[in-house]
């Protein structure tokens, strides 16, 4: 896996420490609603696992990252708590039980690019939920002007023994496969000294609203349905981000 290692896991956790409220709070009012388990693949380093477990909800994460998986036990030791968690890609996806609820915030799904595993990534996810459990996701949506240059950009975190980790990026969107292809490079740095450098490739797939329906639909889920990011609303040109609702028959 050449993404989300080390560096790219403790750069994402100072940089997003905490999972923004209010798509918190929406994700919260699904875990009311389900009556039992609820799985959230792609949970990475445990922002939005973490306060659902920390409030008491039945849920397990599952990851392909070993550095976000440990970065997650490690923010549920500081919480008290000890998340149940599986190293796993989605599309090779062999879990023990059934849920009621699965959750992909943040557009974490997208990360997955290649057809067959999307296909395979949702086959799945869908063999996993019990009769009438729900799926919710956000997908990222194909806008009419994606950025196509090659120019270097980036910024940096502080990290808490006052070294500095850099995020460099260049960036080439595929308009055929619909895929951002970008290399990311992280620079741990302190006191003028380069300590550590990683590299990764990061891709992210695009989607018309149309088509990802028609995938949830040749899965066999149903009751398909597209929100505004977060709330019952539906999406507009302007969206960006559109999230899905589907269920299980």
Known sequence: MNSYRKLCTEFYDIDKPNAPEEALAF???????????????MC???????PLLERGF??????????????????GRLRGLT????????????????YDLVIIPAGSFCLITDPLQIQESLRRLY????????????????MPQLPQDESWSGRWV??????KIVMSQLSR??????????????????DGQLLE??????????????????????TGFRAIKTMKTYGNDAPDDSDETVVFECVRP
Not at 127 to 142: H, N, S, Y
């Open 44 to 50: 990475g380093s445990g922002r939005f696992l973490l």
């Open 197 to 218: 450098t990683e590299w990764e490739e990061f891709d992210l797939r695009f989607y018309e609203i149309e088509e990802f329906s028609r995938l949830l639909e040749s």
């Open 27 to 41: 994700y919260f009012r699904y875990a009311q609603q389900a009556k039992g388990s609820i799985l959230e693949p």
């Open 158 to 163: 502080n990290r808490p023994d006052g070294g």
């Open 127 to 142: 063999d996993r939920m019990l009769p009438g459990a729900i799926f919710v996701l956000e997908i990222e949506r194909l």
């Open 83 to 98: 998340p149940k968690l599986f190293k796993q890609f989605v599309h090779q996806l062999e879990l023990p039980k059934r």
């Open 173 to 190: 969107y595929n308009p055929t496969e619909r895929v951002s292809h970008s290399l990311h490079r992280y620079e741990w740095i302190k």
């Open 58 to 75: 039945s849920i397990d994460g599952v990851d392909a990252s070993d550095a976000m998986l440990e970065a997650c036990r490690k923010n």
